[in-house]
T-cell receptor, first 115, second 114 residues
């Protein structure tokens, strides 16, 4: 069975600092990978996604992520965070051989950006 | 702009009572999903549907029923609500290309079972 692990439940960073959120996955093939963000009292919104090709993908709001097949990872990064980046970030995967878009989510990483 | 609307936004229910959560999408998407969010578990799939009048079980379907009367509407039904079903519930929609498409989420329904 597939799984997604986000090892950091909470991350605190200062405004202007860089941010990296870790994501490891377990799946027998190369999955489709996603990062979603949940702002307070809102639903999840897509930040970026990886299907194939260039392992570095760019997303909204200057986020990027790098896929590593050898490490089974899909880490999210941002060079300089803003206070508005405070949110919960979810890594998710979708199996390449399944109909529909059923996602398996990690538990999420809560990010607090200090002014 | 994709739109998924959930109602109610919050609800308090009594143990053993019936609860219906509603979801409406204007995206013209074939797929709709119900996820449950609990602290420490992330989101888990309860039921999903790829066509009206048909529903499928997700990863944690026990204690829940789903109904898809039309392409736009997808309901989650708790026939006998229990304390363990206190959670935030999210509805989402997507189109039908396998694995690749974005899920559009509603704002969630916060359910408290007392």
């Amino acid at each position: 069975a597939q799984s997604v692990t986000q090892p950091d439940a909470r991350v605190t960073v200062s405004e202007g600092a860089s941010l990296q959120l870790r994501c490891k996955y377990s799946y027998s093939a190369t999955p489709y990978l996603f990062w979603y963000v949940q702002y307070p009292r809102q639903g999840l919104q897509l930040l970026l996604k990886y299907y194939s090709g260039d392992p570095v993908v760019q997303g909204v709001n200057s986020f990027e992520a790098e896929f590593s097949k050898s490490n089974s990872s899909f880490h999210l990064q941002k060079a300089s965070v803003h206070w508005s980046d405070s949110a919960v970030y979810f890594c998710a995967l979708s199996m390449t051989n399944s109909a529909g878009n059923k996602l398996t989510f990690g538990i999420g990483t809560r990010v607090l950006v200090r002014p | 702009e994709a739109a998924v609307t959930q109602s109610p936004r919050s609800k308090v229910a009594v143990t053993g009572g019936k609860v219906t959560l509603s979801c409406h999408q204007t995206n013209n998407h074939d797929y709709m999903y119900w996820y449950r969010q609990d602290t420490g578990h992330g989101l888990r799939l309860i039921h999903y549907s790829y066509v009206a009048d048909s529903t499928e079980k997700g990863d944690i379907p026990d204690g829940y029923k789903a109904s898809r009367p039309s392409q736009e509407n997808f309901s989650l039904i708790l026939e006998l609500a229990s304390l363990s079903q206190t959670a935030v519930y999210f509805c989402a929609s997507s189109d039908d290309r396998a694995g690749q498409n974005t899920l559009y989420f509603g704002a969630g329904t916060r359910l408290s079972v007392l």
